[in-house]
């Protein structure tokens, strides 16, 4: 079982509704990651959270809002998105950002969250 | 700028053979970290293995094996003795050492192992 939960698994939503996604780790990473991935298309990078501070932005549409609550919680606000915004949502944590030839600096992705905009 | 190239689109091998996934990356950088990651139908993507740059040991786990070469640029994946459950997508991707988090993945090989 994935040590990073997201919910929900599944979400259709309109171009007008508000929603969010969100992910939740318990292992004490201080750094936390949203992507997005397309059908055959590997992950893209979308926010990073460092000690629940924006870290990155790859310059993410403003339609997607990122919140980082506290250091287990990772949320992904979404807003008047488009049917191209459909896509499956990889949420992933890591100890910190650092990298320090220590072996534990694994990144723990979920399962991901499938969005389809209608 | 830091590119991953998997060259192989879709392999599809036999139960019990053996198989190589390519992965070949390019980077400006001395120190760097490279990954394999495996997204079976579920949608997951699992960690199978970090290599840190100076490390050009290869290293086995079980039937998986990996195969670094910095002087080919190259990270190379075996599966001996495939199985069904071995069928997924499977991620090469390369980081800079200041942030692991921060991967430039290729664009996956598709392993279909047939019974």
């Known amino acids: 079982d994935t040590e990073v939960t997201q919910t929900p698994k599944h979400l259709v939503m309109g171009m007008t509704n508000k929603k969010s996604l969100k992910c939740e780790q318990h292992m004490g990473h201080r750094a936390m990651y949203w992507y997005k991935q397309k059908a055959k298309k590997p992950p893209e990078l979308m926010f990073v959270?460092?000690?629940?501070?924006?870290?990155i932005n790859e310059s993410v549409p403003s339609r997607f809002s990122p919140e980082c609550p506290n250091s287990s919680l990772l949320n992904l606000h979404l807003h008047a998105l488009q049917p191209e915004d459909s896509a499956l949502y990889l949420c992933a944590s890591s100890q910190d950002l650092t990298g320090a030839a220590r072996s534990g600096n694994t990144i723990y992705f979920g399962e991901g969250s499938w969005l389809t905009v209608v | 700028a830091q590119k991953v190239t998997q060259a192989q689109t879709e392999i599809s091998v036999v139960e019990k053979e053996d198989v190589t996934l390519d992965c070949v990356y390019e980077?400006?950088?001395?120190?760097?970290?490279l990954f394999w990651y495996k997204q079976p139908p579920s949608g997951e993507l699992v960690f199978l293995i970090r290599r840190n740059s100076f490390d050009e040991q290869n290293e086995i786990s079980g039937r998986y094996s990996w195969n670094f070469q910095k002087s080919t640029s190259s990270f190379n994946f075996t599966i001996t003795a495939s199985q069904v459950v071995d069928s997924a997508v499977y991620f090469c991707a390369l980081s800079d050492w200041g942030n692991a988090g921060k991967s430039t993945f290729g664009d996956g090989t598709t392993l279909t192992v047939k019974p």
């Open positions: 959270y460092s000690y629940e501070k924006l870290s």
């Open positions: 980077t400006r950088d001395t120190t760097y970290y």
